[in-house]
């Protein structure tokens, strides 16, 4: 929710709370024109003081929950487009690689030469991401097209 959605929420809010008032001041009219009804006392205005005070606490938890909400779903989308981003640009390199016109690289030259012998040595994806600062997701991907370059079937 943006500013202007709380903004609007907050001026409906007061007004069903005016309407509240309203409500009982014209039900508070008719019964003290009745015998036998106690006037208005200090302790319902006490109470009624009250009411208005914790509605309006309560509307502020409201208004900063809503807005902590907002910026937690502005940073999630942030990080999503980061992935999104590094997914593209791993699928990108990926095509390079498949390309017919790539040419092989030579041992040694491949910068994930150490990621593939870890695997083939029997190290978890996992412990891999680990020490490569590479996410798992990564990892695999890396270790597929290996395999798919060779001809193998998939983990």
Known sequence: MDTQSLFIFQIIADGVLCLVIL???IRLGRNIGKAGTPALEEKHLAEFRKLIQESR???GRFSRTMEESC???RDLGAALADGEARLAGLIQEAKRLQSPDHRDIAAGDDPYEPILQAFRKGTGVKEIARQSGLTEGEVSLIIDLDNKKRGKTPR
Do not use: N, S, V
Request: hydrophobic fraction near 45%.
């Open 23 to 25: 409500f009982f001041l």
């Open 71 to 73: 910026r937690k779903f």
């Open 57 to 59: 606490e309560e509307t």
